[in-house]
Nanobody, 117 residues
Framework: QVQLVESGGGLVQAGESLRLSCVAS????????MGWYRQAPGKQRELVAT???????NYADSVKGRFTISRGNAKNTVYLQMNSLKPEDTAVYYC???????????WGQGTQVTVSS
């Protein structure tokens, strides 16, 4: 069982920045795809950004140019640098690890990001 531990959320004003971190509780032998998703109250969970095992990144249109996903030096550690935050970025942000075998994915517990106007 792998646990993903997220940190870095908080309350900020519009225009400010936050950096989210996601660390796997134990090692996975290979580098695997990881990503960040978010869920605002009353809305479905949506993709924010992903990074493949080879380092290819993908972003939701709403965050392109403002958010950057990257890997840390430790295997299967991932960060989300969020700049120029907007009130509509307010949500619980979840880290996801994607596997090619069962259970196919692990999710973190989520970290709250609140952006005030």
């Amino acid at each position: 069982q792998v646990q993903l531990v997220e940190s870095g959320g908080g309350l900020v004003q519009a225009g400010e920045s936050l950096r989210l971190s996601c660390v796997a509780s134990r090692g996975i032998l290979s580098v695997v795809p990881m990503g960040w998703y978010r869920q605002a109250p009353g809305k479905q969970r949506e993709l924010v950004a992903t990074i493949s095992s080879g380092g290819v990144t993908n972003y939701a249109d709403s965050v392109k140019g403002r958010f950057t996903i990257s890997r840390g030096n430790a295997k299967n550690t991932v960060y989300l640098q969020m700049n120029s935050l907007k009130p509509e970025d307010t949500a619980v942000y979840y880290c996801k690890m994607t596997l090619s075998t069962w259970p196919y994915a692990y999710w973190g517990q989520g970290t709250q990001v609140t952006v005030s106007s």
